[in-house]
């Protein structure tokens, strides 16, 4: 298995360019989620999603879209790249675990820059 | 709102030191608890859970212990080693599924 993928490891965008991030998993988990990471502040919640179809808003959603069109995969949409958005991105994937709770596997992260 | 609270880093020791790191929650009902730690230039690994009151969680020489009468879910080792320079971070698992996670706190070991 290889687990949460992620692409690219690295970007450089420039203020109002659009992209997207793209997260794959291939353990048939149905839990995904995108956090953004910033210094001293932790990891915070996206978007996440509880099964293909299916997408909701996590803490921190302005400036980004989600759609979860299959299982596997659950890219994450730059519409109008703002500096404010300069962070590290982590997909996640999870799935209910022998003791009840959800053990979260994370991809390696991609490193955006907006400038 | 759930929350969790991570003492301040970074956190510098010698190696084969003792290494504590704090951790408090606020949280409705009974959730799950979490020590992911994070190497440099890598994502984020679970280190060790623990699902309800008084569950001791453990892995590669890491402890920590639920405690429900005060909040905590301290992260403890009797002995540190270079390799275990990483960033920590606390969470837990709400009624809602989500995880919600401390501030993250850095421990640097030198030999």
């Known amino acids: 298995n290889a687990g949460v993928t992620q692409t690219p490891k690295f970007q450089v965008l420039k203020t109002g360019q659009s992209m997207t991030l793209q997260c794959a998993q291939d353990?048939?988990?149905?839990?995904m989620s995108w956090y953004r990471q910033d210094p001293g502040m932790g990891l915070r919640l996206i978007h996440y999603?509880?099964?293909?179809?299916?997408?909701d808003q996590g803490e921190v959603p302005n400036g980004y879209n989600v759609s979860r069109s299959t299982t596997e995969d659950f890219p994450l949409r730059l519409l109008s790249a703002a500096p404010s958005q300069t962070s590290v991105y982590f997909c996640?994937?999870?799935?209910?675990?022998?003791?009840?709770?959800?053990?979260?596997?994370f991809g390696p992260g991609t490193r955006l820059t907006v400038t | 709102g759930d929350s969790v609270t991570q003492m301040e880093g970074p956190v510098t020791l010698s190696e084969e030191a003792f290494l504590t790191i704090n951790c408090t929650y606020t949280?409705?009902?009974?959730?799950?608890l979490f020590w992911y730690v994070q190497y440099p230039g890598e994502g984020l690994q679970l280190l060790l859970k623990?699902?309800?009151?008084?569950d001791k969680g453990s892995n590669k020489g890491f402890e920590a212990t639920y405690r429900k009468e005060t909040t905590s879910f301290h992260l403890e080792k009797g002995s540190v080693q270079v390799s275990d320079s990483a960033v920590y971070f606390c969470?837990?698992?709400?009624?809602?599924?989500?995880?919600?996670f401390g501030q993250g706190t850095t421990l640097q070991v030198k030999p």
């Open positions: 996640a994937s999870s799935t209910e675990g022998d003791t009840g709770a959800y053990e979260q596997y």
């Open positions: 353990m048939n988990h149905e839990y």
């Open positions: 949280a409705t009902g009974y959730p799950s």
């Open positions: 623990a699902t309800k009151a008084d």
């Open positions: 969470a837990l698992e709400g009624n809602t599924g989500k995880l919600i």
């Open positions: 999603s509880v099964g293909a179809g299916i997408t």
